[in-house]
Protein backbone atom coordinates (compact mmCIF):
# COMPACT_ATOMS: atom_id res chain seq x y z
CA UNK A 1 0.00 0.00 0.00
CA UNK A 2 2.83 2.23 0.86
CA UNK A 3 4.45 1.65 -2.98
CA UNK A 4 1.09 2.92 -4.79
CA UNK A 5 0.88 5.84 -2.62
CA UNK A 6 3.90 6.65 -3.74
CA UNK A 7 3.41 5.87 -6.99
CA UNK A 8 0.22 7.69 -7.13
CA UNK A 9 2.12 11.30 -5.56
CA UNK A 10 4.73 10.27 -8.68
CA UNK A 11 2.16 10.80 -10.76
CA UNK A 12 0.30 13.55 -9.21
CA UNK A 13 3.54 15.19 -9.13
CA UNK A 14 4.74 14.46 -12.84
CA UNK A 15 1.23 15.84 -14.16
CA UNK A 16 1.80 18.87 -12.00
CA UNK A 17 5.59 19.67 -13.38
CA UNK A 18 4.39 19.01 -17.08
CA UNK A 19 1.27 21.68 -16.83
CA UNK A 20 3.88 23.67 -15.18
CA UNK A 21 6.25 23.13 -18.02
CA UNK A 22 4.22 24.04 -20.58
CA UNK A 23 2.80 27.03 -18.86
CA UNK A 24 6.53 28.29 -18.42
CA UNK A 25 7.10 26.93 -22.32
CA UNK A 26 4.09 29.60 -23.33
CA UNK A 27 5.23 32.42 -21.26
CA UNK A 28 9.04 32.56 -22.63
CA UNK A 29 7.98 33.01 -25.85
CA UNK A 30 5.48 35.74 -25.10
CA UNK A 31 8.06 37.84 -22.86
CA UNK A 32 9.91 41.09 -23.47
CA UNK A 33 10.14 43.66 -26.23
CA UNK A 34 10.81 43.01 -29.62
CA UNK A 35 12.51 44.69 -32.51
CA UNK A 36 10.07 44.32 -36.16
CA UNK A 37 10.37 45.53 -39.61
CA UNK A 38 7.79 46.95 -41.78
CA UNK A 39 7.32 45.46 -45.35
CA UNK A 40 6.61 48.25 -47.63
CA UNK A 41 6.36 47.49 -51.79
CA UNK A 42 6.97 49.94 -53.48
CA UNK A 43 10.16 48.12 -55.24
CA UNK A 44 11.25 48.06 -58.79
CA UNK A 45 12.28 44.59 -58.34
CA UNK A 46 10.50 43.05 -55.42
CA UNK A 47 11.33 39.84 -54.50
CA UNK A 48 8.57 36.68 -54.30
CA UNK A 49 6.62 36.67 -51.55
CA UNK A 50 8.42 32.90 -50.80
CA UNK A 51 11.51 34.67 -51.40
CA UNK A 52 10.68 37.40 -48.53
CA UNK A 53 9.88 35.18 -45.55
CA UNK A 54 13.23 32.78 -46.48
CA UNK A 55 15.30 36.05 -46.49
CA UNK A 56 13.34 37.19 -42.78
CA UNK A 57 14.25 33.72 -42.15
CA UNK A 58 17.78 34.09 -42.99
CA UNK A 59 18.30 37.51 -41.30
CA UNK A 60 16.25 36.07 -37.98
CA UNK A 61 13.80 38.88 -38.24
CA UNK A 62 10.69 37.20 -36.05
CA UNK A 63 8.14 40.55 -36.17
CA UNK A 64 7.15 41.99 -39.46
CA UNK A 65 4.39 44.50 -40.24
CA UNK A 66 2.67 45.01 -43.60
CA UNK A 67 0.60 47.85 -45.13
CA UNK A 68 -2.10 45.67 -46.09
CA UNK A 69 -2.90 41.88 -45.59
CA UNK A 70 -1.21 40.37 -48.85
CA UNK A 71 -2.23 36.76 -49.48
CA UNK A 72 0.80 35.71 -50.81
CA UNK A 73 3.03 36.85 -48.08
CA UNK A 74 0.72 35.58 -45.65
CA UNK A 75 0.34 32.24 -46.85
CA UNK A 76 3.97 31.87 -47.12
CA UNK A 77 4.67 32.46 -43.86
CA UNK A 78 2.38 29.62 -42.66
CA UNK A 79 4.23 27.35 -40.52
CA UNK A 80 6.98 29.86 -39.77
CA UNK A 81 7.23 31.51 -36.17
CA UNK A 82 7.15 34.90 -37.64
CA UNK A 83 4.99 37.11 -35.79
CA UNK A 84 2.45 39.62 -38.44
CA UNK A 85 0.85 42.54 -37.90
CA UNK A 86 -1.94 43.17 -40.68
CA UNK A 87 -3.49 46.38 -41.55
CA UNK A 88 -6.46 47.79 -43.19
CA UNK A 89 -5.13 50.56 -45.83
CA UNK A 90 -6.58 54.10 -45.70
CA UNK A 91 -8.97 53.58 -48.74
CA UNK A 92 -11.17 50.25 -47.23
CA UNK A 93 -12.20 52.02 -43.51
CA UNK A 94 -15.36 53.71 -44.72
CA UNK A 95 -16.73 50.08 -45.92
CA UNK A 96 -15.30 48.64 -42.47
CA UNK A 97 -16.15 51.35 -40.39
CA UNK A 98 -19.78 51.65 -41.96
CA UNK A 99 -20.71 47.90 -41.91
CA UNK A 100 -20.14 45.43 -39.37
CA UNK A 101 -20.88 42.13 -42.14
CA UNK A 102 -17.82 43.84 -44.11
CA UNK A 103 -15.53 44.04 -40.71
CA UNK A 104 -16.53 40.15 -39.93
CA UNK A 105 -16.08 39.44 -43.71
CA UNK A 106 -12.78 40.98 -43.68
CA UNK A 107 -11.28 39.39 -40.54
CA UNK A 108 -12.63 35.74 -42.00
CA UNK A 109 -10.84 36.02 -45.33
CA UNK A 110 -7.31 37.77 -44.06
CA UNK A 111 -7.10 36.39 -40.22
CA UNK A 112 -9.26 32.82 -40.06
CA UNK A 113 -8.25 31.60 -42.92
CA UNK A 114 -4.86 31.71 -41.73
CA UNK A 115 -4.45 31.25 -38.41
CA UNK A 116 -2.70 29.69 -36.12
CA UNK A 117 -0.70 28.53 -39.18
CA UNK A 118 0.40 32.08 -39.84
CA UNK A 119 0.90 33.73 -36.42
CA UNK A 120 -1.12 37.08 -36.78
CA UNK A 121 -0.78 39.33 -34.08
CA UNK A 122 -2.16 42.46 -34.55
CA UNK A 123 -4.14 44.30 -36.60
CA UNK A 124 -3.64 48.26 -37.67
CA UNK A 125 -6.17 50.07 -38.67
CA UNK A 126 -5.53 52.64 -41.12
CA UNK A 127 -2.07 54.62 -41.16
CA UNK A 128 -2.43 58.12 -39.69
CA UNK A 129 -6.02 58.77 -39.94
CA UNK A 130 -6.45 61.82 -37.73
CA UNK A 131 -3.66 64.02 -39.55
CA UNK A 132 -4.01 62.77 -43.31
CA UNK A 133 -7.25 61.50 -44.13
CA UNK A 134 -9.65 63.21 -41.40
CA UNK A 135 -12.87 63.07 -43.13
CA UNK A 136 -12.48 59.07 -41.69
CA UNK A 137 -11.91 60.25 -38.77
CA UNK A 138 -15.73 59.52 -37.40
CA UNK A 139 -15.63 56.07 -39.00
CA UNK A 140 -11.99 55.04 -37.61
CA UNK A 141 -13.73 53.85 -34.01
CA UNK A 142 -16.61 51.73 -35.76
CA UNK A 143 -13.89 50.33 -37.88
CA UNK A 144 -12.03 49.33 -34.85
CA UNK A 145 -14.74 48.49 -32.98
CA UNK A 146 -15.89 45.95 -35.39
CA UNK A 147 -12.57 44.21 -36.39
CA UNK A 148 -12.64 43.43 -32.57
CA UNK A 149 -15.94 42.21 -31.95
CA UNK A 150 -15.71 39.76 -35.39
CA UNK A 151 -12.62 38.69 -33.66
CA UNK A 152 -14.44 38.26 -30.47
CA UNK A 153 -17.05 35.87 -32.23
CA UNK A 154 -13.78 33.89 -33.66
CA UNK A 155 -12.37 33.78 -29.98
CA UNK A 156 -9.29 35.42 -31.58
CA UNK A 157 -9.44 38.58 -29.53
CA UNK A 158 -7.19 38.32 -26.94
CA UNK A 159 -4.52 36.47 -29.39
CA UNK A 160 -4.79 39.42 -32.11
CA UNK A 161 -4.75 43.35 -30.88
CA UNK A 162 -6.38 45.89 -32.80
CA UNK A 163 -4.92 49.28 -33.40
CA UNK A 164 -4.62 52.58 -35.28
CA UNK A 165 -0.93 54.44 -35.76
CA UNK A 166 -0.61 57.79 -35.46
CA UNK A 167 1.60 60.73 -36.34
CA UNK A 168 3.72 62.46 -33.79
CA UNK A 169 2.25 65.29 -34.61
CA UNK A 170 -0.48 64.82 -32.97
CA UNK A 171 0.72 65.21 -29.46
CA UNK A 172 2.07 68.92 -29.28
CA UNK A 173 4.44 70.60 -26.92
CA UNK A 174 6.24 66.79 -27.41
CA UNK A 175 9.02 68.50 -25.00
CA UNK A 176 9.66 68.59 -21.78
CA UNK A 177 7.68 65.51 -22.39
CA UNK A 178 5.86 66.34 -18.90
CA UNK A 179 4.06 69.33 -20.79
CA UNK A 180 3.33 67.33 -23.95
CA UNK A 181 -0.65 67.10 -24.85
CA UNK A 182 -2.81 65.94 -27.53
CA UNK A 183 -3.95 68.17 -30.12
CA UNK A 184 -6.99 69.39 -28.69
CA UNK A 185 -8.94 69.49 -32.12
CA UNK A 186 -8.50 65.58 -32.03
CA UNK A 187 -9.54 64.82 -28.42
CA UNK A 188 -13.18 64.27 -29.68
CA UNK A 189 -12.03 61.39 -32.02
CA UNK A 190 -9.26 60.48 -29.95
CA UNK A 191 -10.20 59.91 -26.43
CA UNK A 192 -13.02 57.14 -27.25
CA UNK A 193 -9.97 54.93 -29.29
CA UNK A 194 -7.85 55.29 -26.17
CA UNK A 195 -10.41 54.21 -23.79
CA UNK A 196 -10.76 51.47 -26.39
CA UNK A 197 -7.52 50.47 -26.17
CA UNK A 198 -7.46 50.28 -22.69
CA UNK A 199 -10.29 48.24 -22.71
CA UNK A 200 -9.00 45.69 -24.71
CA UNK A 201 -5.77 45.88 -23.61
CA UNK A 202 -4.31 47.07 -26.65
CA UNK A 203 -1.18 49.41 -27.44
CA UNK A 204 -1.18 53.11 -28.92
CA UNK A 205 0.73 52.58 -32.13
CA UNK A 206 2.96 55.72 -32.57
CA UNK A 207 5.09 56.31 -35.78
CA UNK A 208 8.29 58.72 -33.93
CA UNK A 209 10.77 59.49 -36.10
CA UNK A 210 14.13 61.31 -34.51
CA UNK A 211 14.97 61.94 -37.41
CA UNK A 212 12.61 64.47 -38.38
CA UNK A 213 12.59 66.12 -35.04
CA UNK A 214 16.31 66.49 -35.24
CA UNK A 215 15.95 68.02 -38.89
CA UNK A 216 13.15 70.44 -37.77
CA UNK A 217 15.26 71.54 -34.57
CA UNK A 218 19.01 71.65 -35.87
CA UNK A 219 21.08 73.83 -33.57
CA UNK A 220 18.59 72.64 -30.68
CA UNK A 221 18.53 69.32 -30.67
CA UNK A 222 22.15 67.41 -31.13
CA UNK A 223 22.65 64.58 -33.34
CA UNK A 224 24.06 62.59 -30.85
CA UNK A 225 20.73 62.86 -28.75
CA UNK A 226 19.20 62.01 -31.59
CA UNK A 227 21.08 58.42 -32.71
CA UNK A 228 21.50 57.71 -29.24
CA UNK A 229 25.08 57.75 -28.99
CA UNK A 230 26.14 58.40 -25.30
CA UNK A 231 25.89 61.93 -24.43
CA UNK A 232 28.04 63.46 -21.21
CA UNK A 233 25.45 64.32 -18.49
CA UNK A 234 25.58 68.15 -19.26
CA UNK A 235 24.35 66.92 -22.97
CA UNK A 236 21.49 65.06 -21.35
CA UNK A 237 17.51 66.70 -21.88
CA UNK A 238 16.34 67.17 -18.59
CA UNK A 239 13.13 67.83 -17.99
CA UNK A 240 12.64 70.58 -15.86
CA UNK A 241 9.11 69.62 -14.12
CA UNK A 242 9.53 66.20 -13.17
CA UNK A 243 13.63 66.20 -13.01
CA UNK A 244 14.41 63.28 -15.45
CA UNK A 245 17.09 63.26 -17.72
CA UNK A 246 16.51 61.95 -21.31
CA UNK A 247 20.04 60.74 -23.35
CA UNK A 248 18.30 59.93 -26.73
CA UNK A 249 15.29 61.73 -28.76
CA UNK A 250 12.75 58.51 -29.02
CA UNK A 251 12.54 57.97 -25.42
CA UNK A 252 11.59 61.74 -24.79
CA UNK A 253 8.83 61.58 -28.07
CA UNK A 254 7.70 57.81 -26.27
CA UNK A 255 6.97 59.58 -22.66
CA UNK A 256 5.23 62.71 -24.48
CA UNK A 257 2.77 59.90 -25.37
CA UNK A 258 2.14 58.69 -21.75
CA UNK A 259 2.04 61.69 -20.41
CA UNK A 260 -0.27 62.98 -23.07
CA UNK A 261 -2.70 59.73 -22.01
CA UNK A 262 -2.22 60.58 -18.55
CA UNK A 263 -3.59 64.26 -18.81
CA UNK A 264 -6.82 62.38 -20.48
CA UNK A 265 -6.99 59.86 -17.32
CA UNK A 266 -5.90 56.79 -19.56
CA UNK A 267 -2.66 55.15 -17.72
CA UNK A 268 -2.70 51.53 -18.68
CA UNK A 269 -2.24 51.21 -22.49
CA UNK A 270 1.33 50.94 -23.52
CA UNK A 271 2.61 52.76 -26.39
CA UNK A 272 3.96 50.61 -29.64
CA UNK A 273 6.48 52.05 -31.62
CA UNK A 274 5.13 50.87 -35.31
CA UNK A 275 7.54 53.10 -37.63
CA UNK A 276 10.65 54.57 -37.00
CA UNK A 277 14.31 54.56 -38.71
CA UNK A 278 16.59 57.00 -40.51
CA UNK A 279 17.49 57.82 -44.01
CA UNK A 280 20.30 56.26 -45.55
CA UNK A 281 20.17 58.78 -48.62
CA UNK A 282 18.96 62.36 -48.94
CA UNK A 283 19.47 65.16 -51.09
CA UNK A 284 21.29 68.48 -50.73
CA UNK A 285 18.88 69.56 -48.22
CA UNK A 286 19.01 66.33 -46.16
CA UNK A 287 22.92 66.01 -45.26
CA UNK A 288 22.28 64.21 -42.08
CA UNK A 289 20.29 61.12 -44.57
CA UNK A 290 23.96 59.01 -44.66
CA UNK A 291 24.21 55.42 -44.21
CA UNK A 292 26.93 56.57 -40.96
CA UNK A 293 23.96 57.99 -39.59
CA UNK A 294 21.34 55.04 -40.27
CA UNK A 295 23.78 52.79 -39.45
CA UNK A 296 24.40 54.48 -35.76
CA UNK A 297 20.57 54.90 -35.08
CA UNK A 298 19.02 51.98 -36.08
CA UNK A 299 21.44 49.80 -34.27
CA UNK A 300 21.57 51.72 -31.38
CA UNK A 301 17.58 51.67 -31.63
CA UNK A 302 18.14 47.74 -31.38
CA UNK A 303 20.68 47.28 -28.62
CA UNK A 304 18.15 49.83 -26.88
CA UNK A 305 15.54 48.09 -26.82
CA UNK A 306 16.81 44.72 -26.13
CA UNK A 307 18.60 46.49 -23.03
CA UNK A 308 14.96 46.76 -22.18
CA UNK A 309 15.68 49.48 -19.94
CA UNK A 310 12.46 51.44 -21.03
CA UNK A 311 12.18 54.90 -20.88
CA UNK A 312 12.38 57.34 -17.65
CA UNK A 313 9.23 57.94 -16.72
CA UNK A 314 8.57 53.59 -17.05
CA UNK A 315 12.33 51.98 -16.86
CA UNK A 316 9.78 48.90 -16.01
CA UNK A 317 7.66 48.94 -20.07
CA UNK A 318 10.30 49.00 -22.82
CA UNK A 319 8.32 49.63 -26.02
CA UNK A 320 8.11 47.57 -28.86
CA UNK A 321 9.25 48.56 -32.31
CA UNK A 322 9.03 47.88 -35.59
CA UNK A 323 11.99 49.71 -38.16
CA UNK A 324 11.27 51.71 -41.26
CA UNK A 325 11.76 49.41 -43.18
CA UNK A 326 13.26 46.03 -44.87
CA UNK A 327 13.41 47.14 -48.85
CA UNK A 328 14.66 50.43 -50.05
CA UNK A 329 11.28 51.74 -51.61
CA UNK A 330 12.77 53.11 -54.79
CA UNK A 331 9.78 53.75 -56.64
CA UNK A 332 8.84 56.45 -53.91
CA UNK A 333 8.44 60.00 -55.13
CA UNK A 334 11.04 62.51 -54.13
CA UNK A 335 12.97 63.64 -51.82
CA UNK A 336 15.12 61.57 -52.59
CA UNK A 337 15.43 60.25 -48.62
CA UNK A 338 11.57 59.21 -49.16
CA UNK A 339 13.41 56.20 -50.90
CA UNK A 340 15.90 54.98 -48.99
CA UNK A 341 14.93 54.46 -45.11
CA UNK A 342 15.28 50.12 -46.36
CA UNK A 343 18.24 48.03 -44.23
CA UNK A 344 18.34 46.07 -47.43
CA UNK A 345 18.73 46.67 -50.89
CA UNK A 346 15.23 45.34 -53.49
CA UNK A 347 18.02 42.46 -54.03
CA UNK A 348 18.55 41.81 -50.45
CA UNK A 349 21.97 43.02 -50.57
CA UNK A 350 22.32 44.89 -47.13
CA UNK A 351 22.23 48.90 -47.52
CA UNK A 352 24.48 48.99 -44.75
CA UNK A 353 26.24 46.84 -42.10
CA UNK A 354 24.39 46.91 -38.31
CA UNK A 355 26.43 46.61 -35.56
CA UNK A 356 24.27 44.79 -33.31
CA UNK A 357 26.72 42.39 -31.48
CA UNK A 358 26.27 41.17 -28.39
CA UNK A 359 22.43 41.38 -28.35
CA UNK A 360 21.53 37.73 -29.32
CA UNK A 361 20.43 36.24 -33.03
CA UNK A 362 18.34 39.04 -34.14
CA UNK A 363 19.78 40.16 -37.73
CA UNK A 364 22.14 37.68 -39.45
CA UNK A 365 23.88 40.92 -41.33
CA UNK A 366 25.42 41.59 -37.74
CA UNK A 367 29.03 42.96 -38.59
CA UNK A 368 30.27 44.83 -35.87
CA UNK A 369 34.07 43.59 -36.65
CA UNK A 370 33.37 43.98 -40.76
CA UNK A 371 35.93 46.66 -41.65
CA UNK A 372 36.70 48.15 -45.48
CA UNK A 373 39.95 49.83 -46.57
CA UNK A 374 39.35 53.32 -48.83
CA UNK A 375 41.52 55.63 -50.25
CA UNK A 376 41.44 58.95 -47.83
CA UNK A 377 40.64 62.58 -48.62
CA UNK A 378 42.73 65.26 -49.18
CA UNK A 379 45.43 63.21 -51.60
CA UNK A 380 46.29 64.15 -55.14
CA UNK A 381 46.00 61.87 -58.32
CA UNK A 382 49.23 61.65 -58.98
CA UNK A 383 50.00 59.59 -54.94
CA UNK A 384 46.66 57.87 -55.34
CA UNK A 385 47.47 56.30 -58.48
CA UNK A 386 51.12 55.44 -57.65
CA UNK A 387 49.36 53.63 -54.29
CA UNK A 388 46.54 51.86 -56.75
CA UNK A 389 49.37 50.73 -59.55
CA UNK A 390 51.24 48.70 -56.28
CA UNK A 391 48.02 47.37 -55.16
CA UNK A 392 46.91 46.22 -58.49
CA UNK A 393 50.32 45.04 -59.72
CA UNK A 394 52.86 43.66 -56.78
CA UNK A 395 50.34 43.29 -54.30
CA UNK A 396 48.28 40.71 -56.87
CA UNK A 397 44.72 43.29 -55.84
CA UNK A 398 41.72 41.77 -57.79
CA UNK A 399 41.48 44.82 -59.88
CA UNK A 400 39.13 43.24 -62.68
CA UNK A 401 35.92 45.05 -61.52
CA UNK A 402 37.24 48.71 -62.04
CA UNK A 403 38.17 47.84 -65.48
CA UNK A 404 36.20 49.76 -68.50
CA UNK A 405 32.63 48.40 -68.65
CA UNK A 406 32.41 46.56 -65.67
CA UNK A 407 30.53 46.94 -62.34
CA UNK A 408 32.97 49.15 -60.41
CA UNK A 409 34.63 51.11 -63.50
CA UNK A 410 32.69 54.15 -62.40
CA UNK A 411 32.53 56.71 -61.37
CA UNK A 412 35.90 56.65 -63.45
CA UNK A 413 37.99 58.13 -61.10
CA UNK A 414 41.72 57.50 -59.69
CA UNK A 415 40.03 57.56 -55.86
CA UNK A 416 37.03 55.18 -56.74
CA UNK A 417 39.16 52.58 -58.41
CA UNK A 418 42.12 53.26 -55.47
CA UNK A 419 39.32 52.47 -53.15
CA UNK A 420 38.16 49.20 -55.08
CA UNK A 421 41.94 48.11 -55.19
CA UNK A 422 42.78 49.14 -51.04
CA UNK A 423 39.68 47.06 -50.02
CA UNK A 424 40.67 44.12 -52.60
CA UNK A 425 43.82 43.86 -51.49
CA UNK A 426 43.13 44.82 -47.56
CA UNK A 427 40.77 41.57 -47.76
CA UNK A 428 42.93 39.25 -49.12
CA UNK A 429 45.46 39.32 -46.92
CA UNK A 430 42.91 39.09 -44.31
CA UNK A 431 42.67 42.59 -42.73
CA UNK A 432 45.77 42.25 -40.71
CA UNK A 433 47.50 44.71 -39.61
CA UNK A 434 49.74 47.35 -41.53
CA UNK A 435 47.18 45.91 -44.88
CA UNK A 436 45.56 49.22 -45.01
CA UNK A 437 48.68 52.18 -45.36
CA UNK A 438 49.63 52.19 -48.96
CA UNK A 439 52.04 55.15 -47.51
CA UNK A 440 49.22 56.81 -45.41
CA UNK A 441 46.47 57.33 -47.79
CA UNK A 442 44.47 54.93 -47.22
CA UNK A 443 42.09 54.28 -44.22
CA UNK A 444 40.29 51.69 -42.57
CA UNK A 445 36.06 52.14 -42.36
CA UNK A 446 32.99 50.48 -41.02
CA UNK A 447 30.65 51.68 -43.76
CA UNK A 448 30.19 49.85 -46.72
CA UNK A 449 31.67 51.50 -49.80
CA UNK A 450 29.66 49.48 -52.48
CA UNK A 451 27.60 51.68 -54.65
CA UNK A 452 25.02 50.91 -57.32
CA UNK A 453 25.88 47.69 -58.75
CA UNK A 454 29.34 47.73 -57.63
CA UNK A 455 29.90 45.34 -54.66
CA UNK A 456 33.22 45.91 -53.13
CA UNK A 457 34.94 42.85 -52.01
CA UNK A 458 34.25 43.64 -48.14
CA UNK A 459 31.12 43.43 -49.16
CA UNK A 460 31.28 39.99 -51.24
CA UNK A 461 32.40 38.47 -48.44
CA UNK A 462 29.30 39.68 -46.22
CA UNK A 463 27.03 38.34 -48.77
CA UNK A 464 28.14 35.42 -49.60
CA UNK A 465 27.66 34.13 -46.20
CA UNK A 466 23.93 35.49 -45.77
CA UNK A 467 23.22 33.47 -49.18
CA UNK A 468 23.34 30.64 -47.62
CA UNK A 469 20.31 28.62 -47.34
CA UNK A 470 18.85 28.57 -44.07
CA UNK A 471 16.40 26.32 -43.32
CA UNK A 472 15.72 26.60 -39.23
CA UNK A 473 13.10 29.14 -38.18
CA UNK A 474 14.07 31.38 -35.77
CA UNK A 475 11.71 31.38 -32.26
CA UNK A 476 10.91 34.78 -31.34
CA UNK A 477 12.16 35.96 -27.90
CA UNK A 478 9.22 38.61 -27.84
CA UNK A 479 5.58 38.65 -28.23
CA UNK A 480 2.60 40.82 -28.95
CA UNK A 481 0.52 40.94 -25.76
CA UNK A 482 2.57 43.04 -23.91
CA UNK A 483 0.77 42.78 -20.05
CA UNK A 484 -0.63 39.13 -20.04
CA UNK A 485 1.79 35.95 -20.66
CA UNK A 486 -1.05 32.77 -21.84
CA UNK A 487 -1.30 29.92 -23.51
CA UNK A 488 -1.99 30.05 -27.01
CA UNK A 489 -5.05 28.02 -28.28
CA UNK A 490 -3.51 25.04 -29.85
CA UNK A 491 -1.41 24.74 -26.83
CA UNK A 492 -4.51 24.99 -24.16
CA UNK A 493 -5.88 22.22 -26.88
CA UNK A 494 -2.93 20.07 -26.12
CA UNK A 495 -3.11 20.63 -22.78
CA UNK A 496 -6.57 19.77 -22.33
CA UNK A 497 -6.45 16.75 -24.71
CA UNK A 498 -3.80 15.24 -22.23
CA UNK A 499 -5.05 16.06 -19.11
CA UNK A 500 -8.76 14.31 -20.33
CA UNK A 501 -7.31 11.10 -21.37
CA UNK A 502 -5.14 11.12 -17.95
CA UNK A 503 -7.96 11.77 -15.70
CA UNK A 504 -9.90 9.07 -18.45
CA UNK A 505 -7.20 5.94 -17.09
CA UNK A 506 -6.66 7.18 -13.94
CA UNK A 507 -9.37 5.35 -11.80
CA UNK A 508 -8.22 2.06 -14.09
CA UNK A 509 -4.33 2.78 -13.47
CA UNK A 510 -5.09 3.37 -9.38
CA UNK A 511 -7.20 0.04 -9.64
CA UNK A 512 -4.17 -1.95 -11.16
CA UNK A 513 -1.44 -0.39 -8.57
CA UNK A 514 -3.83 -0.73 -5.46
Known amino acids: M ?37 IGTDVENMPSTSDIVSFLQLQKITHIRLYDANPDILKSLSGTKIRVTISVPNNQL ?49 AMESLYNALVSSNLHQLIKVSTPHAASIILDPFPPSQAFFNQTLVDVLLPILQFLEKTESPLMMNLYP ?24 KEMVDPNTLLHYTNVLDAMIDSAYFSMKNLNVTDVVVLVTETGWPSKGDSKEPYATKDNADTYNSNL ?39 WGLFYGNMSA ?15 DTTNQTYCIAMDGFDSKTLQAALDWACGPGRANCSEIQPGESCYK ?91 FLTCLPALLLVLL
Open 2 to 38: AISNNLIFLLISFLSFSFLSISISGEDEQKGPFVGVN
Open 211 to 234: YYVFMQNKGVVPLDNALFKPVTPN
Open 302 to 340: IKHVFDRSGTPLHPEATSSVFIYELFNEDLRSPPVSEAN
Open 351 to 365: VYLLHVSGIGTFLAN
Open 94 to 142: IAIGSSNTTAASWIQRNVVAYYPQTLITGISVGDEVLTTVSSSAPLLLP
Open 411 to 501: PNNVKNHASYAFDSYYQKEGKSLGSCDFKGVAMITTTDPSHGSCEFPGSKNISNKTKEVVNATQSSSAGENLRFKTLNSIEINTVNNVLHI
